[in-house]
């Protein structure tokens, strides 16, 4: 399995108030929805984001799609996204 590279690095906010982390590939998403989502309660689009990560690491659907599905976890879930 190749990594799985976004073309355009998403920001979005951390657990700690005015931080930002940059998430460049699947396998960083991944990571930063498991272990430092910083939303205490989640929606289903969060849910669908951990599949989505996981489908594009696995090349069952493109890293722009995972990227997407992040952007709208982050939003459902009140997590800013600096930028798109």
Known sequence: MTRQWWDKTLMLETRHAGRAVAINSA??????????????????????????????HEGRITAEEAREAIIKAAR????????R
């Open 27 to 56: 396998e960083r998403a991944a990571d930063f929805l498991l272990n430092e989502w910083p939303a205490e309660n989640t929606g289903e689009a969060y849910e669908d984001a951990k599949r989505a990560v996981l489908a594009a």
């Open 76 to 83: 459902e879930d009140g997590v800013f996204v600096y930028g």
